[in-house]
T-cell receptor, first 110, second 115 residues
Framework: KNEVEQSPQNLTAQEGEFITINCSYSVGISALHWLQQHPGGGIVSLFMLSSGKKKHGRLIATINIQEKHSSLHITASHPRDSAVYICAVRRAQGAQKLVFGQGTRLTINP | GAVVSQHPSRVICKSGTSVKIECRSLDFQATTMFWYRQFPKKSLMLMATSNEGSKATYEQGVEKDKFLINHASLTLSTLTVTSAHPEDSSFYIC???????????FGDGTRLSIL
């Protein structure tokens, strides 16, 4: 079993819908990252969380450390939000490297 | 915001050629840089962690002599794929870390195609 599991793997929705992507992990962490990868391949770091909730524009990320679970929400989704969203964790012990989930491919139709 | 430049964005070359990919942090000094490989529709696979002035730490199963990493300064790391073969064709992406416990900043990736 992967240390970081995301669901769903694929998600298609209509423009305007509220989107939720989930991430569960099985190790102790010092931080959790949400990343966005566009079709061209470039990756943007959306959030880094160690507790609570963060909001940036239409994006909201939450984390529950006790339950080892995080969610990424997109409000009023738009076709330009179509991308692969990746959850990654930095383990509590050791190096700065990240452990990645398999990604969620989001498609927002107009 | 922090910018990482990766060059070239795409390379097509013949089997047996060595290919160098550069990763530069443009507006910050990177204590650590990471090199990843990504297969189609798969997540990123860490190849190695690179610290300025020291040898890279390779992940298990990654050939050190095949994938040479040099981190000569706090703003530049290079990955050289030596004597590349078609099975080395992939998407390679770097990231840079300014300080521990901060977000990694990613380059735009290099799509390598070996004919």
């Amino acid at each position: 079993k992967n240390e970081v599991e995301q669901s769903p793997q694929n998600l298609t929705a209509q423009e305007g819908e509220f989107i939720t992507i989930n991430c569960s992990y099985s190790v102790g962490i010092s931080a959790l990252h949400w990343l966005q990868q566009h079709p061209g391949g470039g990756i943007v770091s959306l959030f880094m969380l160690s507790s609570g909730k963060k909001k940036h524009g239409r994006l909201i990320a939450t984390i529950n450390i006790q339950e080892k679970h995080s969610s990424l929400h997109i409000t009023a989704s738009h076709p330009r939000d179509s991308a692969v969203y990746i959850c990654a964790v930095r383990r509590a012990q050791g190096a700065q490297k990240l452990v990645f989930g398999q990604g969620t491919r989001l498609t927002i139709n107009p | 915001g922090a910018v990482v430049s990766q060059h070239p964005s795409r390379v097509i070359c013949k089997s047996g050629t060595s290919v160098k990919i550069e990763c530069r942090s443009l507006d910050f000094q990177a204590t650590t840089m990471f090199w990843y490989r990504q297969f189609p529709k798969k997540s990123l696979m860490l190849m190695a962690t690179s610290n300025e002035g020291s040898k890279a730490t390779y992940e298990q199963g990654v050939e050190k002599d095949k994938f040479l990493i040099n981190h000569a300064s706090l703003t530049l790391s290079t990955l050289t794929v030596t004597s590349a073969h078609p099975e080395d064709s992939s998407f390679y992406i770097c990231s840079a870390l300014e300080e521990n416990n901060q977000p990694q900043h990613f380059g735009d990736g290099t799509r390598l195609s070996i004919l």
